[in-house]
């Protein structure tokens, strides 16, 4: 059996630039930014009304809601998300994510 021309037997295995693990782990960080995107979102357009760049008070909110929302997606893919580091590690990543972005190309003074 051949995958990408190369050779495959039930010991060794070549991928092309990826492998499947990879490429899964890589869809479900998408699918929680997005979910997180879903609920951030609504709360950019609140905090808009009143724009402070670099607020610590907005980092703490997008903590929130990220939190919140990476929760909720992790126990809809039957995950425990407070026993996991990746779930705290996701959430305050996509916080400063979108904080950044939201002070850096969203806020208007």
């Known amino acids: ?23 899964l782990n890589s869809l479900l960080n998408f699918f929680y930014l997005i979910f997180s995107l879903i609920f951030t979102a609504p709360v950019q357009f609140v905090l808009n009304i009143k724009p402070k760049r670099f ?16 929760a909720f997606a992790m126990i809809l893919l039957g995950e425990k998300p407070f026993s996991m580091l990746s779930h705290y590690i996701f959430s305050t990543l996509a916080a400063i994510l979108f904080w950044f972005f939201d002070s850096i190309l969203l806020q208007k003074e």
């Open 55 to 70: 607020n610590i008070l907005y980092l703490l909110i997008y903590a929130t809601i990220a939190f919140i929302a990476t």
């Open 1 to 23: 059996m051949y995958i990408y021309n190369f050779k495959y037997d039930n010991s060794f295995a070549i991928y092309l630039f990826f492998d499947w693990y990879s490429l």
